[in-house]
């Protein structure tokens, strides 16, 4: 591994040219092979933690899905532009791994002939979405960054993110999320967004973008032209956004061309239907309307266009996988995403040029973009990742200090009657720690329960957890009572309640046996409209370590609230009507 990650290895003669103009990336392209200038287009995912010598799964689970074995097959077979990375591909199980894999990678590549740097991306979001985890620093997520409402933290957010993911030899970020979030039932943007202020989720999304940048890393804004308002998941249904041209340009429109005057890498598609833009009945990701009238057009953007993954339900549900493809390049897209059979949707762009579909001049345009992105990130100069470099930058004592002073100026006290927060730990040390305990989100430590309890352990007080669940039973939920008996405080850790959940019988329950009981939103901030009895509410939008220490070390008044709603919450029995409006936010 020390070898594979030495910079002082013997560089092709490509990864030592200095960053490339057009003429020379043009002249690079003409001397591609048109089997070369198609696998050019695609970003592909591989199992394994290493380029050549993964576990015997991952190559079984790469023979099945790709027909190859190991990642530098696939470099080799179909000569692909990009490898997105996943932590359940077993890509991303340490720094130095993922370090050495990324060179394995761009070895691969740069040895065959005509050999170009791999674009090795992955989707860092921060908060419920991350594929690097621990020892690498992790952030809040969009909306909790939203509460903060501080631009300039979202640009640190975006440069040191950034600085560690490039050390790891990730050289392009699926991120910021520029969706604008109204409608509080989105099952797939949610608290990935910044807010529900067009105007504020722009600030972030240029800041975030200025950020990664300055770490030589290429952002992502996502997904275009807009999946803030669906209540239908796109990995699973086809959503439809009702949104009038006119409610477009004022809402969803706003973040995507501040990304663009920020000078944005690269921009994801959406698989939506979005009939005031396009009414054919097509997926934006296969709009030609959408993605080269509008985005190409109207907002004037030439960077990359990459199509969200199409693998992904929302796209497959009107073509089949040999068609989607060749209509996404027709439409103007550049890089097409993780498709469920390489060998299918590669094949089938071949023979569209072939055929005369598609013209190779099409393909040459596509192409241009990816090797203009390629060379502005340096890739050309050096494509690899060192050893020093991962010691030197990823989770550094002053990254992770950043993130937890980011993540204190996030979390939202919503509630707070009676003055119950902060607690005070000479008259309510025995803090019982209960509530949902959904799977941690990649690379923390969970569950959101222990790790409440464990930082208020630390800040003095005699906490325990008990987990009950997301749909906690009647039996538990007089477990969880009788437990409160020996406490002098409770904290009710919610996500995502319903008016039908049981977890706002497990709230009533707890707050009946006249204890003080705070909550605490682990995902939506909308739980409090379901939550009249309490009388102390926090929401910390996600349940990764980083955001829970914070809202611990609120609770136990080391730092004050100072987050505000991004989002309105409504009333719970008139949704018509607002309980909180964007910008509300106590403080003690």
Not at 144 to 166: H, P, Y
Not at 368 to 382: D, E, M, Q, V, Y
Not at 420 to 443: E, H, K, M, Q, Y
Request: hydrophobic content about 40%.
């Amino acid at each position: 591994m020390t070898a594979g990650l030495t910079t002082a290895l013997a560089l092709p003669a490509s990864a030592h040219a200095a960053a490339l103009n057009d003429r020379e990336l043009r002249a690079r392209i003409a001397r591609m092979t048109l089997e070369e200038k198609v696998g050019q287009l695609f970003v592909m995912r591989v199992y394994g933690h290493s380029a050549t010598d993964p576990d015997q799964a991952d190559i079984d689970a790469n023979l099945d899905e790709i027909g190859v074995r190991t990642a530098a097959e696939l470099i080799a077979k179909y000569r692909v532009g990009g490898i997105i990375y996943f932590a359940w591909a077993h890509n991303t199980r340490d720094p130095q791994q993922i370090a050495a894999l990324s060179n394995g990678i761009q070895r691969a590549s740069l040895e065959q002939p005509r050999g170009l740097p791999v674009l090795i991306t992955t989707d860092q979001e921060h908060g419920i979405v991350c594929r690097v985890g621990e020892p690498a620093t992790l952030f809040p997520g969009a909306m909790a960054m939203g509460a903060g409402g501080s631009r300039s933290d979202a640009r640190t957010l975006g440069r040191i993110s950034g600085a560690e993911l490039r050390a790891m030899g990730i050289n392009q970020d699926y991120s910021p999320d520029a969706d604008v979030n109204v409608n509080p039932a989105n099952p797939v943007i949610g608290v990935r967004s910044f807010g529900a202020d067009p105007d504020a989720v722009a600030g972030m999304v240029a800041a975030e973008v200025k950020g990664y940048q300055a770490s030589r890393v290429a952002a992502t804004a996502k997904h275009f032209p807009g999946h803030g308002d669906t209540a239908t998941d796109s990995h699973t249904g086809f959503p439809v956004i009702t949104h009038s041209r006119e409610l477009w340009e004022k809402l969803d429109a706003v973040p995507f061309r501040a990304a663009v005057r920020a000078g944005i890498d690269a921009i994801m598609t959406a698989h939506i239907q979005f009939p005031a833009l396009d009414d054919s009945g097509d997926p934006a990701t296969l709009s030609h309307p959408i993605l080269t009238g509008i985005l190409r057009g109207e907002l004037g953007y030439d960077g990359v266009v990459v199509t969200d993954s199409l693998g992904m339900e929302g796209v497959r549900t009107k073509y089949g996988d040999d068609r989607v493809p060749v209509l996404a390049l027709k439409a103007g897209v550049d890089q097409l995403l993780n498709p469920p059979s390489l060998d299918v949707a590669w094949h089938a762009v071949l023979k569209a040029v072939q055929d005369g579909e598609l013209t190779e001049q099409r393909l040459d345009e596509s192409i241009l973009r990816i090797l203009r992105l390629k060379a502005r990130l340096g890739l050309f100069h050096r494509p690899y990742a060192s050893s020093a470099g991962v010691e030197r930058t990823v989770g550094t004592r002053a990254h992770l200090a950043a993130a937890d002073r980011i993540a204190e100026r996030t979390t939202t006290l919503l509630v707070n009657e009676d003055g119950i927060l902060p607690f005070d730990r000479r008259t309510r040390r025995r803090v019982l720690v209960v509530g949902a305990d959904p799977a941690s989100p990649s690379g923390t430590t969970g569950p959101p329960t222990g790790v409440l309890a464990a930082a208020l352990a630390e800040l003095g007080f005699t906490a325990t957890a008990l987990s009950t669940g997301t749909a906690p039973s009647a039996a538990t939920i007089t477990k969880a009572v009788d437990a409160a008996g020996d406490a002098d405080a409770v904290v009710v850790a919610t996500y995502n309640v319903t008016a039908g959940s049981t977890q706002r019988t497990l709230v009533e329950r707890l707050t009946a046996t006249g204890r003080p009981v705070v909550a605490i939103a682990v995902r939506n901030p909308y739980d409090v409209a379901q939550l009249p009895s309490v009388k102390g509410c926090l929401a910390s939008y996600s349940w990764t370590d980083v955001e829970l220490r914070a809202a611990a070390r609120v609770i136990a008044g080391r730092v004050s609230p100072r987050g505000t709603l991004p989002v309105p919450v409504q009333r719970a029995d008139d949704p018509a009507q607002v309980l909180y409006p964007i910008g509300h936010g106590l403080t003690y």
